[in-house]
C-alpha cells in the first residue's frame, strides 16, 4: 500500500513539474490585467507619444486615442489585429470618435525587430497598416524564420512597393533607434507582454492601460464610457 502511495505521489509532482513548465514556456502574449504607468513618463498625452513617425489610423483629433504596442509575432496581436480591431474601426475609427495608433513592443524573437523595422520602412512609402494586415493575416510560427529580413523584403516587394528603397532602409537599420525607444516607452509604462494598449483621451485625464488579448466588447465598454 505503501509503495502505491509512493508511486502516485511521485506521479502527481511529475504532473505539477510538467504543468509548471508549460507555463513558463508561453510566449509574451500574457493573460489581460490592467498595470499602472510609470511616473517617469508622466504626462502620458497624444503630443507626447504620438510622432511624424508613429504610424496613425483615424482622425488625429479623435477624442479617443488607442495606442497598441505590438509585436508582428506575436500570435494574440494578430488575433486582435485580424478579429477585433477590424470592429473598432468600423464602430469608432470611421465615425472619427477613435484613431489607433502603432507601436513596436518586439519582444518574442531575433525577427521582432526587424519585422517593426520593416513596417517602418512600409511606413515611409505610406504603406504602414497595408504591411502591417500583410504581416497578421501571413502569420507563421513564433522564430520560425518566417518574419526575417528576406522574406520581409520579398513581402514588400509581392506588395508592389519601391524595393530599392525598402530594402536600402531595412538593411540600413535606418529605425532602429525607433523601434528601441518605443520598446523602452513600454517597460517604462510597465508592459509587461504583447499585445499591450494605451487608452488615451484628448483631455489628457485618466490613461488607461491594458495588456492581452482582450474581446471587442471591453474596447467597446472602454470607449463608451469614456465618450460619455
Known sequence: MKKSLIAVGIVSVIVAIIAVSALSSDSADTVMKNTTPDSSVSPLSFSNLITSDTPLKGDPSAPITLIEFGDFQCPNCGRFARDTAPQIEESYVESGKVSIAFKHFPVVGLDSKPAAMASQCANDQGMFW?????LYNNQGRENSGWANKNNLKQIAS?????????????DSNKYQSLVENDLSLAKQIKFTGTPSFLVLKSDGTKPMTLTGAYPYATFQKIFDDSLS
Open 130 to 134: 497595408e504591411f502591417h494586415d500583410e
Open 158 to 170: 509581392n506588395m508592389g512597393l519601391d524595393t530599392q528603397s525598402f530594402d536600402s532602409c531595412l
